[in-house]
Structure formats: C-alpha cells, structure tokens
C-alpha cells in the first residue's frame, strides 16, 4: 500500500545507520518536507533529540520508490513529521557462527505462516529479525517485474554486469511483509502459481540482518570454485532441491557459516511438510 504524500511537503525516505559492536544497523526514515535538505534537517534534529548518533543517506521521493514498509511509515504523518522504522544489521561478520547444533525439522505447510511471522518485540538494541525470501528468477517468469510492482524492498544477488545482464534468470531477496499478496502467493497452495509453496520457487529465512546484511551473507554463496577446471561456477542454492542435497547435507562448519546471521531457513523439499533449517534450542 503507498500511503498519499501529506501536504505541504513531499515524503523522503532516508536510511539511519548506527554503529553496533564492530558493525552496524540500518533502519528506513521518513521525513515529510519541501526539499530533501530541509527533509534532512528534520530528521537529524529528530535523531539528535533522542541521541541517535546515526548516519543519514537519502534514498529518494517515496512517490517514486514506492515501498511498502516506507509508506506505513509515512502514513498519516502531517508537514514537518518525522519517523523512523526498525534497525536490522548490515554486516553478518557480527554474528557468531550458531552456538547451538543445527537441526531439520519437519514443519506442516499450515504452520508456515506462524512460524514465519511470530509476534515478538524487536530486541534491547532495537534490531528486529525480519522474514525474507530468496527467489529464483529462472524459475519465476517475469520476477523482476513482479517485485518492482510489489512495493517490497528487494534486492538482486548478482551485482554489476552480471545483474544486469541476468535480471531475468538472477536469485533476488525480498523482505516480506506478513499481510502482503506476494506473501500469500509463496505460502499458498495454487497449483498454478509458479509462486506457489508448490512450485518451490526458493528459500524462506528469518534472520536479525538487514536487507543488505543478508545480501552479503548470501553473496558469499553464489559462487563456487571448481579446482578441476580452475572456474567459478554459479552456485544455485536458492533452488530447494539445490539446498536440500547440499547445503542440508554439508559437514557442520559448512552449514554453521551458512547460517551466521540467519536464524532459519525453510524450503519445499517435495515432501509433504516443509523442511526448517536452524540451530538446536539451549
């Protein structure tokens, strides 16, 4: 939902980002004024009064980004209002590998949308885990498309030349909101969605990282090197039947640095439950 711009005045979207332990955390603003500077100045006097030492980056005019979690943010503020949404960590090198031993777990379909969007109050720092979707462009027609469309914030895995070039066929993640269509699509059961929980078209995670903090966690991943030929591959692990016959059967550590920073990873393995991926409860 895109809520109106309140007038006078134009909503800006900006990111705060704080430092954390040795990385930082990153949350969306919005600032509701004539110009971007004086949007800027509105925040930082707003970030100042509450001793937020953040850094501010504008990301744009809301009316042309578009972006879900921005206009509830926006919504109903008057000219001058400011606000500021929930911090994620942009950098996964904050996260310890899981303490615990990883586990599957089988998981009923109904349940998904329970476990996936439980009721939980952000942390002491203020970071929330939010839920998140990798999805497979080679195996969804039209995704780039249907994401722009979406109002979620999301992002290629592939980057320079390679997104580009690849925008059709590319991984992509997207933070997802509980009551949003594209939610539903992914939990639903049509047969002939490609979006379905049927047609498995990627992985489903709950991680405390932000948008981009996950982003380069699963960076890491999209290659593989083979030493036999001395290349790198493309490493499609956002498939689940990828993912379930190699990351779900890889050695510990492997699985251990896969999931720093990620709290759980669901996927259709083709069974009749889903397949959940996370670390043993003390």
Request: aromatic share 6%; no cysteine.
């Amino acid at each position: 939902m895109t809520a109106p711009a309140p007038k006078p005045g134009e909503v800006w979207l900006f990111d705060v980002t704080v430092a954390a332990g040795s990385g930082s955390v990153t949350a969306p603003a919005v600032a509701v004024a004539r110009r971007p500077s004086a949007a800027h100045q509105l925040l930082r006097r707003f970030l100042d009064g509450r001793a937020v030492p953040g850094e501010i980056a504008r990301r744009g005019a809301l009316d042309e980004l578009a972006l879900d979690d921005a206009a509830d943010l926006a919504e109903g503020l008057a000219a001058d209002g400011v606000a500021l949404g929930p911090f994620g960590h942009d950098h996964p090198h904050v996260f310890p590998a899981p303490a615990g031993r990883l586990v599957e777990r089988r998981v009923p379909v109904a349940d998904l949308r329970r476990r996936l969007f439980p009721e939980t109050a952000p942390g002491a720092d203020g970071v929330e885990t939010a839920t998140f979707a990798v999805l497979d462009a080679a195996r969804v027609f039209g995704l780039p498309e249907i994401l722009a469309g979406s109002g979620l914030d999301h992002l290629s895995l592939f980057q320079g030349a390679a997104a580009a070039d690849h925008a059709e066929t590319a991984p992509y993640l997207v933070k997802l909101r509980p009551g949003h269509g594209l939610t539903a699509r992914l939990l639903g059961a049509a047969e002939e969605d490609p979006l379905a929980w049927p047609a498995a078209p990627g992985l489903l995670l709950r991680a405390p990282l932000g948008l981009r903090g996950l982003r380069r966690q699963l960076r890491g991943y999209t290659f593989v090197q083979d030493e036999a030929r001395g290349r790198r591959l493309y490493f499609r692990y956002y498939d689940p039947r990828v993912f379930a016959a190699t990351i779900l059967r890889a050695q510990e550590p492997v699985r251990a640095r896969f999931m720093r920073g990620i709290e759980s990873v669901t996927l259709n393995d083709g069974g009749d439950d889903a397949v959940e991926l996370a670390a043993e409860a003390p």
